[in-house]
């Protein structure tokens, strides 16, 4: 259910970091929607998308596949945006977004979002910071699901879902999470029970709880500090 846009804080880098009156323009016809764990971002596929910017949860972009199982290709939180194709000017979104834990986005109308972007203002520069990590991400994550174990792109996601998060624990079936590390689900059912043996996580009824990051970072790929990074530009 949609509610009134929050007073500031938004709890949203990119619209925390706008002048009151830019912030004011952007968020006139904005409205609050919630999203479960799993649910779909609606709207983004439409030819007229809104734009969203989360403030809490986290939500994972997928790229659908003829096989049915989508790829994770972004993770999105508070730090940016849903909504880049919007911005590239595409008529459509080829990646669909889901709460992969609970939160809430500030939606704002098409129109209004571009309307302030073409006025050059920080939101402008900020828009392209943003689309500058995700294009630094995204290659990443290509290099990643080449050349890295699946035993290293399980805890580089389960580490980048910590990272975003507000808990140690949040729900992830092995279905969900093959597909967003591009691998078989009986290969991350072996994965997780490792992990699991080695005390790094407690992985039950769909549910991950971290109980060592260190020993996830030290068995993930190099990808994850770049990524982290990438993230920490995006938020100096």
């Given amino acids: 259910m949609a509610r009134p846009k929050p007073a500031r804080p938004t709890g949203n880098h990119l619209l925390d970091r706008l002048p009151d009156a830019e912030l004011g323009k ?4 904005a409205v609050v929607v919630s999203f479960a764990a799993r649910d779909e971002v609606d709207g983004l596929r439409w030819e007229e ?12 972009l997928l790229l659908p596949m003829k096989d049915g199982n989508p790829v994770e290709v972004a993770v999105v ?12 000017g595409m008529d ?3 990646v669909r977004a889901v709460a992969q834990v609970t939160g809430e986005c500030i939606r704002v109308p098409p129109d209004r979002f571009l309307a302030v972007v073409r ?3 920080v939101l402008d520069g900020l828009v392209r910071r943003f689309l500058a990590v995700s294009w630094q991400a995204a290659n990443q994550t290509i290099a990643c ?4 174990t699946v035993k290293e792109r399980v805890c580089r996601w389960v580490l980048s879902v910590h990272d975003r998060s507000t808990a140690d624990e949040f729900d992830i079936t092995q279905e969900v999470l093959s597909g967003m590390v591009g691998a078989s689900r009986p290969k991350v059912s072996v994965v997780a029970g490792e992990l699991q043996a080695a005390g790094y996580i407690r992985y039950q009824r769909g549910r991950v709880k971290v109980l060592d990051r260190a020993g996830l970072e030290g068995t ?11 993230y920490d530009f995006l938020t100096s």
């Fill in 92 to 94: 459509e979104n080829p």
């Fill in 145 to 148: 699901n080449l050349r890295h």
């Fill in 26 to 29: 952007l968020l006139a016809d």
């Fill in 220 to 230: 993930s790929c190099e990808c994850y500090r770049v990524l982290r990074k990438a």
């Fill in 77 to 88: 939180d508070s730090e940016g945006m849903l909504g880049i194709p919007l911005v590239l």
């Fill in 49 to 60: 998308q809104p734009v969203y910017f989360p403030t809490s949860g986290v939500y994972s």
């Fill in 119 to 121: 006025e050059g203002g």
